[in-house]
């Protein structure tokens, strides 16, 4: 399996911007389709957005579809949130994820087998 291990997260104001990162190791970054997930408090871990393992296609949730922008850097095995507008509501422990399923939509936790140990972000009013 792939190692991942986020960075970025912190405390900032409403409208605020940050970017995560996530860098990958022990197996070949482009062979996986990545994503990001989020708990919030209270919440079950949910879907934040996709990228396809060459970068050519991303696919996001509603709640962050125009502020959040999702990429990759195959060459330095790094995944990437640049997380703009930010929100109180956007508070939560963030995630990516990897799996190497291909050609169906992949937005459940259960079809990602490699996980971060996630990186809190804080967003207040």
């Known amino acids: 399996q792939v190692q991942l291990v986020e960075s970025g997260g912190g405390s900032v104001q409403a409208g605020d911007s940050l970017r995560l990162s996530c860098a990958a190791s022990?197996?070949?970054?482009?062979?996986?389709?990545m994503a990001w997930f989020r708990q919030r408090p209270g919440k079950e871990r949910e879907f934040v957005a996709r990228?396809?393992?060459?970068?050519?296609?991303?696919y996001y949730a509603d709640s962050v579809k125009g502020r959040f922008a999702i990429s990759r850097d195959n060459a330095k095995g790094t995944l990437y949130l640049q997380m703009n507008s930010l929100k109180p509501e956007d508070t939560a422990v963030y995630y990516c994820?990897?799996?190497?399923?291909?050609?169906?939509?992949?937005?459940?936790?259960?079809?990602?087998?490699?996980w971060g140990q996630g990186t809190q972000v804080t967003v207040s009013s």
């Open positions: 990228i396809i393992w060459n970068g050519n296609r991303t």
């Open positions: 994820a990897a799996t190497r399923l291909h050609g169906i939509v992949v937005e459940s936790v259960a079809q990602y087998t490699s």
């Open positions: 022990g197996r070949t970054f482009s062979d996986y389709n």
